[in-house]
């Protein structure tokens, strides 16, 4: 065991004497990036990838913009309007607006023409929502699968974004993003799985899935 221990602090100090020379010639050689611009412009950001994460990802930038002092709203286009994950129950006690407009996750869905047809509804409020001059930031959840299973025209949703206030931030998540929401993007990330515990048969846990 003493020899294993040796052995793991002499790893560490390696990378720290390698992480040490990484750092200084990182902060060596920094120069800040020249025509950034300053001050408040409207951000499309899509959280994609098969990993996990990206809802989670979005109800952060809600919880920092709304310390910011910015009016946020998500609207979920998976989720029913009577979910109560955690997140819900923590943007209950916040008082931050939230609305589930689909019936479940599609794989478990009995009627798919309803499930488009909730979609298509669902866009028609949140494109209000975006037009309307009430939020700063509005977070379209899952609203890759709509676009992606052609529930809405792309083309509208395209002419929309385009023509929001140039104030407001609008945060899009999901699998597969389509490419033309991705090339119109200002920041896209790409969340991809490595492990996850689901693989090893533990199943979702409270708090941490929903």
Not at 36 to 48: A, C, D, E, P
Request: glycine residues 12%.
């Amino acid at each position: 065991m003493t020899g294993e221990r040796a052995g793991q602090d002499e790893l560490t100090r390696q990378r720290r004497e390698a992480a040490m020379r990484e750092l200084t010639a990182q902060r060596d050689a920094y120069r800040k990036k020249e025509g950034i611009s300053k001050g408040r412009r409207g951000l499309l950001i899509v959280n994609t990838g098969n990993g996990k994460g990206k809802t989670t990802a979005a109800l952060g930038l809600m919880m920092r913009a709304h310390g910011r002092g910015l009016r946020v709203k998500m609207f979920q286009f998976l989720k029913h309007d009577t979910a109560k994950f955690g997140e819900h129950r923590t943007l209950d006690a916040l008082e931050l607006p939230y609305q589930g407009l689909g019936d479940g996750w599609t794989w478990r869905s009995k009627d798919l023409e309803n499930s488009a047809a909730l979609a298509a509804h669902g866009w028609e409020q949140a494109r209000a929502a975006i037009q309307g001059g009430e939020y700063d930031l509005i977070v379209l959840d899952e609203f890759t699968y709509p676009l992606k299973y052609g529930w809405v025209a792309w083309p509208q949703v395209e002419e929309v974004l385009r023509g929001r206030h140039p104030d407001l931030h609008v945060v899009i998540t999901g699998r597969d993003a389509i490419p033309e929401l991705v090339a119109l993007a200002d920041t896209v990330s790409e969340i991809n799985p490595v492990k996850h515990a689901y693989e090893r048969g533990i199943g979702g846990q409270q708090g941490i899935e929903y």
